[in-house]
């Protein structure tokens, strides 16, 4: 599920034009995001 989350979210930052060395970064970002978000939920 991780990577397919990686995946969707690289694809939005490519369609926004943000850079590829951002990307990286943003990615792994919103993923943490996403795992705090889904941690306070449970």
Not at 14 to 36: C, S, V
Request: proline share 5%; net charge positive.
């Amino acid at each position: 599920m991780k990577i397919k989350l990686r995946i969707a979210v690289r694809k939005v930052l490519r369609e926004f034009g943000y850079p590829p060395d951002i990307i990286k970064i943003t990615a792994e970002n919103a993923i943490k995001q996403a795992e705090l978000i889904a941690q306070a939920l449970t």
